[in-house]
T-cell receptor
Framework: DAGVIQSPRHEVTEMGQEVTLRCKPI?????LFWYRQTMMRGLELLIY????????DSGMPEDRFSAKMPNASFSTLKIQPSEPRDSAVYFC??????????FGNGTRLTVT | GESVGLHLPTLSVQEGDNSIINCAYS??????FIWYKQESGKGPQFIID?????DKRQGQRVTVLLNKTVKHLSLQIAATQPGDSAVYFC??????????FGSGTRLQVQP
């Protein structure tokens, strides 16, 4: 079991640049979640998909954030343009049915 | 690795002792609760879960207790080991199928 795979592990970019984070969920899982973790706000849900369809994006902070899931094995979270306050660790998680969420090891984003 | 939270409450225990980590939740409609463990540089890892129709569930060295009357959840770790050192989060399902996480407790195990 490869688990949830996220890339890149670390991303350092300058303010104003576009950032794309990637996630491959566990095969067979039909729900996918994007979370953001910061020291001040802890783990926050940004958006989640069920069967590739976005169900709840109320946690997406601004229009600069967008997420897609073109197929069952891939999702992206894009920030355009990025700002220093977007610096955080972004986690992707997947699940199926009533199973617990399985998390990837995150992407640490630093925007300078 | 990433620092999860410099200002987290910290529980310090001696190796071999039992640990109890507490969590208060706010939504009385929550029907599913999970404990996660997060080590530095890694994502949260599932430990144990419990549904609201239960008040206790046991796993290997871990027990979760749920008190719905006071909306309180606890995680008990028996014979705590250095490898148990991590940040522990409780999470609740509020009906959206996505979990809402607490702020976390850092567990430090002294050898």
């Amino acid at each position: 079991d490869a688990g949830v795979i996220q890339s890149p592990r670390h991303e350092v970019t300058e303010m104003g640049q576009e950032v794309t984070l990637r996630c491959k969920p566990i095969s067979g899982h039909n729900s996918l979640f994007w979370y953001r973790q910061t020291m001040m706000r802890g783990l926050e849900l940004l958006i989640y998909f069920n069967n590739n369809v976005p169900i709840d994006d109320s946690g997406m902070p601004e229009d600069r954030f967008s997420a897609k899931m073109p197929n069952a094995s891939f999702s992206t979270l894009k920030i355009q343009p990025s700002e220093p306050r977007d610096s955080a660790v972004y986690f992707c998680a997947s699940s199926t049915g009533n199973s617990p969420l399985h998390f990837g090891n995150g992407t640490r984003l630093t925007v300078t | 690795g990433e620092s999860v939270g410099l200002h987290l409450p910290t529980l310090s225990v001696q190796e071999g002792d039992n640990s109890i980590i507490n969590c208060a939740y706010s939504n009385s409609a929550s029907d599913y609760f999970i404990w996660y463990k997060q080590e530095s540089g890694k994502g949260p890892q599932f430990i144990i879960d419990i549904r609201s129709n239960m008040d206790k569930r046991q796993g290997q060295r871990v027990t979760v207790l749920l008190n719905k009357t006071v909306k309180h959840l606890s995680l008990q770790i028996a014979a705590t080991q250095p490898g148990d050192s991590a940040v522990y989060f409780c999470a609740e399902n509020t009906g959206r199928r996505a979990l809402t996480f607490g702020s976390g407790t850092r567990l430090q195990v002294q050898p």
